[in-house]
């Protein structure tokens, strides 16, 4: 109950609403007298704002004496101050100025409410839709390129880590017992599985990365930051797009959209993409070219408005992969401290073996097993959105799945040593979150919530690890002669099945005082519940059947059978306070202190061993606990430039990492507490238009990330085999962290006409920097990935509609580098990589058309 009674207290606040309440109502509109949605209203010395509508109308409500000054500013238009007093106060006639070098008025909903990015107390970076377009980034792994804070690897879309300064998800592959520390967002719902964000784009409007924690904004528990991404909303006007590209190795992309009215309060909306390349490595083994896309994305929305204060939007989605892909190329080999008998290259000179190639960038393999990732995910959700006094109360309600049926050839060679390794997965989810966001008072604003997601994870019918015929030159650990039996580890594997139920609900909010006009206090609490359930359970099968005792032993040393369950429940408080200083309106800086919270972890990719047994302590791993400082400021030096700084420190206690061990039976890793861990760094980022022709964009980030205290960890690649397989990391740096990382960006436009139809020529470049950085969870000199440069580049015509075509080019040099390093399974000493796509270019083709245009 005492828990309980500041988060009564803030909700209180929140929900309390005064009377005597002075109504002021206007439109909006632009110089040719046409309406501007979406307008932000505001009043001078007060949190109180409203939105306009879609025919331009707001309505606002203060307490303020008269004369009364209203902020009124859109994307693209001019700011501009209006007096109100009580003869116009119900009819306030407001007209913007266009005005494109408005590069700060871009609106995000990072507090749940459209605001000026530069005026959200919060380390944000904001892409628009047509940008992604245009720099050919149609999912989140070419966007880290864009915004150097965000680092995304992926050796399939299960193993998917997807982090923000260095944190989020475990690195490494992906062990299904631990929650995301990044949240995905599309549309205001959660996106639970990593998969997902290996999708395409679908008719994005714009991504919000939000760095830090932001657990008092969001439904689900952010302990690193979130991806809020908007979709394009359906249109009572008739509009529509058609885009088709071509490029080198067989690329085709096509995407679409239209939307328009069906009744007179009902309007709908139609959008899909597909894409397809061929392969870039070939297979000798199948001749094959292997790690090609298939990708294929659709959506339908409906937009109902009963009346001018409620919208609701029906929405339902449906995504499909099918590759041949995410082949890993071994990359190099290690002479680990085993004896000279177990080393990699004595083993494939005993099997008369040779790789098809040592240099990984010939881009060559010779894998015996179908490298496929069957990849599906969908759901339907509802969004409700009501004005209520002078805020939106908002419903979303959703239900999603997803299903994953993969094959991998773990052992990254033409031998038969690990035939299968496939972790067939179904999962769903159903969440609910209810939030109002708005003004309580002229000097009180804010957002409430709660939130609940259940999620109910099985295999599918269950994860098969199996050997081949040469698993037993790689699993000898002895002379003896027994290892040469027959069928011995031939057909010998390893069935699981498990299942994941987790139910978290969550009451959160955070308030906005304006204590002044320029000094704003903002706390904000949220208490967690999260209650897990699993049961795990596998089994060996195949090979040799016998009973020789010495026989079984030596399978025993590959394979056992594990079982456990374990069931747990936690709650938690955790809260962020934020002082947020306007020195004017052109300087606005911050400062932050959160805690924040990771619920307990459930291994659920097999347990190490010791004297023969399944280590179960290390079924359950404890919550992860983080502590995190922020000072921030964001400028605008002139009406065409913003530049922003931060510097951050965030502690984390009893850190939640994915760590490898030299066990086949524990292929995947396992999932560990490190005692302490440390990430802090600095970043600077900027625009400018120096004119309607020529602009730049660019951020630096320097990141820190180490382990303070990690004193069990398990040993590197070269020291498996050694006197211990656990060894003391504490000081060792975090695991895909780069120290510096950098994007440099600029466009130069001319306007003209194209077919008859008017809009601007345009040639852009961009780049993107990473200095190297360790990818192995025990630091390794053997396993670092070198720094790399990569730049884009596109030229052509733009049309706001009509027609546009352009040229691309991604990776333009062609540069050679690893986007991640992996040890394959048994610690042999080879590793593998997967590799950054080549240089690639083509052309695109877009028509866009409107009724109302």
């Known amino acids: 109950m005492k828990k309980a009674f500041p988060l009564l207290f803030l909700l ?73 007093n009580e003869q116009n106060q119900d009819s306030v006639q407001v007209v913007l100025t266009i005005d494109n070098r408005q ?34 980034a149609f999912t989140v792994n070419r966007v880290k390129e864009l915004i150097p804070t965000v680092q995304l690897y992926s050796s399939n879309p299960r193993n998917t880590t997807l982090n923000i300064r260095g944190l989020g998800s475990t690195f490494g592959l992906t062990n299904d017992g631990i929650e995301p520390g990044v949240g995905f967002y599309l549309d205001g719902v959660y996106y639970a599985r990593p998969a997902a964000t290996t999708f ?22 952010t302990t690193a930051g979130a991806l809020n991404i908007t979709s394009r909303k359906p249109s009572f006007t008739p509009g529509g797009s058609a885009e088709v590209s071509y490029g080198n190795y067989g690329y085709i992309q096509a995407k679409g959209s239209i939307t328009g009215a069906i009744a007179k309060k009902l309007a709908g909306k139609l959008a899909f993409s597909g894409t397809q390349r061929d392969g870039t490595i070939h297979n000798v083994s199948s001749d094959k070219y292997i790690n090609d896309i298939n990708n294929l994305s659709g959506r339908l929305q409906l937009l109902y408005t009963p009346s001018t204060s409620v919208n609701i939007t029906v929405t339902g989605d449906a995504s499909r992969q099918r ?10 080999v290690v002479k680990t401290k085993r004896a000279a008998y177990r080393q990699f290259d004595a083993i494939i000179a005993d099997l008369n ?11 060559v393999v010779d894998h015996n097993t179908t490298w496929r990732s069957g990849n599906d995910q969908g759901g339907v959700s509802v969004n409700l959105d009501a004005k209520i006094g002078n805020g939106t109360l908002t419903s979303t309600t959703a239900w999603r799945y997803w299903n994953w ?79 040469k039996t027959p069928g011995l580890l031939d057909g010998y594997g390893i069935r699981t099945t498990s299942r994941l139920k987790t139910l978290s609900a969550a009451v959160f909010g955070q308030l906005d005082w304006a204590i002044t006009d320029k000094l704003h206090v903002l706390p904000g609490l949220r208490f967690n519940y999260d209650d897990k ?88 791993i404890k919550p992860e606990y983080v502590q995190h400082y922020e000072v921030g400021i964001k400028t605008t030096p002139s009406a065409s430039s913003t530049l922003n700084f931060a510097i951050y420190n965030t502690d984390i206690r009893d850190y939640q990492t994915q760590v490898q061990t030299a066990e086949l039976g524990v292929n995947r890793g396992y999932l560990a507490n490190a005692e302490k861990v440390q990430v802090r760094g600095a970043e600077l980022d900027g625009n400018i238009r120096f004119s309607n022709n020529f602009s730049l964009f660019g951020a630096v980030a320097y990141t820190d990330g180490k382990y303070k205290s990690f004193k069990n960890a398990p040993v590197p690649l070269e020291e498996t085999g050694g006197p211990s397989a656990f060894k003391d990391i504490s000081g060792g740096r975090l695991p895909g962290i780069s120290k510096w990382t950098a994007t440099l960006g600029g466009e130069a436009s001319k306007a003209g006409k194209f077919l008859g139809t008017g809009g601007r020529y345009f040639i852009g470049l961009d780049g993107y920097y990473r200095s190297e950085f360790s990818s192995s969870s025990s630091p390794s000199p053997y396993l670092n990935v070198d720094g790399y440069v990569l730049v884009n580049g596109r030229f052509g ?27 394959a399974a048994g610690n042999a000493g080879q590793y593998a990589a997967v590799l950054g796509d080549p240089a690639t270019y083509g052309i695109t083709l877009r028509y866009v058309f409107s009724q109302g245009n």
């Not at 307490?63 to 500013?73: E, G, H, K, R």
């Not at 871009?106 to 940008?131: C, D, L």
């Not at 059947?545 to 408080?573: G, H, M, R």
């Open 12 to 84: 209180t606040l929140l929900v309390h609403a005064a009377s005597a309440q002075k109504v002021i109502s206007g439109v909006v509109r632009g110089e040719k007298g046409s309406p501007v949605p979406g307008a932000t209203i505001g009043l001078k010395g007060s949190t109180n704002h409203a939105i306009a509508d879609n025919k331009g109308q707001f309505s606002i409500r203060t307490y303020a004496p008269y004369p009364i000054t209203l902020f009124v500013s859109s994307i693209g238009f001019a700011t501009r101050e209006v007096e109100v």
């Open 103 to 136: 590069l700060n008025e871009i609106a995000v909903t990072a507090r749940r409410r459209n605001e000026k990015v530069q005026n959200v107390p919060i380390a944000i970076s904001v892409v628009r839709g047509g940008v992604l377009e245009d720099a050919g």
């Open 200 to 221: 395409d784009f679908v008719d994005v409007e714009q991504i919000e990365v939000l760095r830090g924690p932001q657990g008092t904004l969001f439904g689900k528990n």
């Open 323 to 332: 590759p041949e892909g995410y082949a890993q190329v071994i990359a190099g």
């Open 353 to 363: 073996y040779q790789l098809p190639s040592t240099n990984p960038f010939d881009r």
């Open 405 to 483: 049926d993969p094959s991998n050839d773990r052992d990254f060679t033409g031998l038969a040593v690990l035939s299968l390794s496939q972790a067939t997965s179904k999962h769903q989810q159903w969440s609910q979150e209810v939030r109002y966001a708005g003004s309580f008072s002229s000097k009180l604003s804010g957002v409430a919530g709660v939130f609940l997601i259940g999620q109910d994870l099985k295999t599918d019918p269950y994860h098969v690890e199996e050997s081949g015929d040469a698993q037993w030159r790689f699993s000898q650990s002895t002379t003896s002669e027994l290892w």
């Open 533 to 620: 359930k699993v049961d795990f359970s596998r089994k060996t099968y195949g090979g040799l059947q016998t009973t020789d005792p010495a026989l079984i032993a030596l399978k025993n040393a590959v394979y056992t059978d594990q079982e456990f369950s374990a069931n747990t429940d936690n709650t938690n408080l955790t809260g962020q306070l934020t002082v947020s200083y306007k020195a004017n309106r052109n300087i606005n800086t911050y400062a932050t202190f959160s805690t924040n919270y990771k619920p307990v972890g459930l291994n659920l990719g097999g347990l190490p061993t010791a004297a023969g047994k399944p280590m179960l302590e290390l079924a359950e």
């Open 797 to 823: 015509f733009r049309a706001a509609k009509g027609v546009s075509v352009f040229i691309w080019g991604r990776n333009i040099f062609n540069k050679d580098y690893f986007e991640q390093l992996l040890v």
